[in-house]
DNA sequence: GATGAATGAGGCTTCATTCAT
DNA sequence: CATGAATGAAGCCTCATTCAT
């Protein structure tokens, strides 16, 4: 068949190597589309712009691909988080702001939401590791939040930290999941992080002390 | 759902005829230890104790097999779902044991449990609707305690029920995600279920109204 | 699969043991309708109103129940082509006479010459013999009639008489399978047998002598 | 047609890349060996020496193959039929050397005997149109040489130029199966197209005017 | 004799991966 | 480094045939 130049090829055109980065990208995509097990290298290779071979100077099989693509995208994720957070002092509007980020960051790249939500913990359970360790300190910087709120006395101290952070995680994971899996999404008319406000009302209800 | 050859072919009352549910049950327990995608019809066959081509008796063909198979399983844990709500009045009370059902259910049967936080929401992105509906109905019990506490003052008023149905549910679905994903699993001392009060203390401060 | 008793499941009402002939007449017509090789033991055992296993109490495997089917549709064609004959006697007469009977069976059965046309030769081929004795009955009948007429002068004896039965023969047959090909069949508004003086009017002239 | 992977495929300059047409010559082998329906794609593949799966770079799917095989077949008989009546005049030399033509392309190629008889017209009504385009150019010149007849004088002007075609036709194919079907085609010693002036003679006679 | 649920061998097809250019 | 034609293992599914009822 012969593979007809995808956008991603023209920018080929430009330079030496950003081969590895657009093959990353193209990964998430493909992956967002037809899911975890039905990405085709070819497909990938095709939307990066590159030969099918050439995928392979790159990656050692196909599911180190798939893994790197979501460790990739999930760490640029994480780079970001921290950074912000370091901006503010406060525990609770803290856990505002992961919310925040973690809303904006999915409700602006649909294909990267749909890989986050769907895929990645379907992958954690089937290929190994990869992310576990990025998922675990993403839990971490949440649990520092809410201890540093305990020891500030604005958090309950009688609540466990770990249960805490589950269910902060948990109930901003679910409204992605639900945004995802409607299809209201097409309505561009309201942005996920809009529902920030809402979540965190009732997640920081449920973990301050009744000051 | 899957025709049956006939209605022959569902008496049960003997021990021949049962193979239906038979494939059911070892579809959940392939998936469970492979995942959907990488589930071979062959071993499905296999552990039911029957002829890979039986499969195609009861099931059009792969897909539709393992959507019956999961649609099957979640259709039986809504109904004891139910039917355990009705036995109690208060708002905060069927809450709490609605976390408890369903941290009882999957924290019981692991091989479910896998499918249900890995392959669930997975599938319904990708292979159509099937259980959309029943999850559906399940927000929908939830929603209606949500209610009905309102209604009775005992949950504040001015949070959104579909947000704070998702914090919920969220909030339990990590914490079943969470232990899937750990090791700890292998640790038969703990049952996951004991972690309902924690889980329910936090979202119920959160929807509850300040009394 | 639940077999929807066909119209011909009815007429086992009646009595005890039609059955073979029901099979067989249900094999022509799924032949016609799929081909030889597409044609299921299934599909011809609903259309008879029997069971799948009831076939193999009459035929011992499938290519058995085919070429029986076949055979039998011959013979009687070729049992009503011989009788006719005797009632003339000119040998060109009876010519013409073996064309009509040729198109005017094939014309008014299009099942059955579709069969003809496209799976007896076929068939003859992959299938062992079979009905080869059957066409080589045929063009004896065909010869038997070119060698009265060479006897009695009406023929030339300058040609081949096998030569001849396969001119006649060739040509009757190319008209049926190109009726067969094209679409015009739809038009019923014209018999096959309406195309006998033609033909015949051009291998009469061929074999006849230049009286 | 199939599509070529590249044009690089078809340097069959040197030896390596003949690949397409080594599929077309294997496919027509085997299904002459086989049949249609009982040709296995793996066969083909091993006798045009390459793998399982190079026959799908190449062509669709089973039935395109085999279609594209005798389509391709037939597509080099109807070029070389074509380029030898140019080089006659008479009507009545013209049809003689296209009878010669048939008879020995197809008495020189057992295999492709073989298709034609039982494969092509089998094929054509179950397998959709493909050469049914070919088939009718093959009758387009066989009628166009029958009108330069009837102009010249040389051919009735009282008969139907198609079913005289027909019955050409049908003489020449018909000749040609019984040479399929009989096992004289054992004996090597006598070649089918020596049956050409018999055949001719007959035909001839039918459609010349009586001069 | 009759049934039809069950069997399981076998074929088409896909697609990750390799390697000669 | 890059290519992409070629490979071939592996899996879904069909359907002729059997056999317990």
Chains 1, 2, 3, 4 share one sequence.
């Not at 990739?72 to 921290?82: D, E, N, P």
């Not at 995680?169 to 097409?186: K, N």
Request: one cysteine or more; hydrophobic letters at 45%; glycine letters at 6%.
């Amino acid at each position: 068949m012969a593979k007809r130049p995808s956008q991603a090829a023209a920018r080929s055109a430009n330079g030496t190597s950003d081969k590895y980065q657009r093959i990353l990208d193209a990964a998430i995509e493909v992956i967002a589309e037809h899911g975890f097990f039905h990405s085709r290298v070819a497909e990938i290779a095709d939307r990066a712009g590159v030969a099918d071979g050439t995928i392979y100077l790159y990656f050692k099989n196909k599911d180190e691909l798939l893994m790197a693509a979501i460790d990739s995208a999930f760490h640029r994720f994480i780079q970001r988080a921290r950074s912000s957070l370091d901006q503010v002092q406060d525990p609770r509007e803290k856990l505002r702001r992961m919310a925040f980020l973690h809303l904006e960051a999915l409700g602006s790249n649909r294909s990267l939401a749909i890989v986050f939500q769907t895929e990645l913990r379907h992958s954690a359970k089937f290929l190994g590791q990869f992310s576990h360790n990025l998922l675990v300190e993403y839990f971490d910087v949440i649990k520092s939040v809410l201890r540093e709120g305990q020891e500030a006395g604005v958090f309950r101290a009688d609540i466990s930290i770990t249960i805490a952070a589950h269910c902060f995680f948990g109930a901003v994971d679910e409204i992605v999941t639900t945004w995802i899996l409607s299809d209201r999404d097409r309505d561009h008319d309201y942005h996920l992080s809009s529902l920030t406000d809402s979540v965190v009302a009732i997640v920081l209800k449920g973990v301050e002390t009744g000051s």
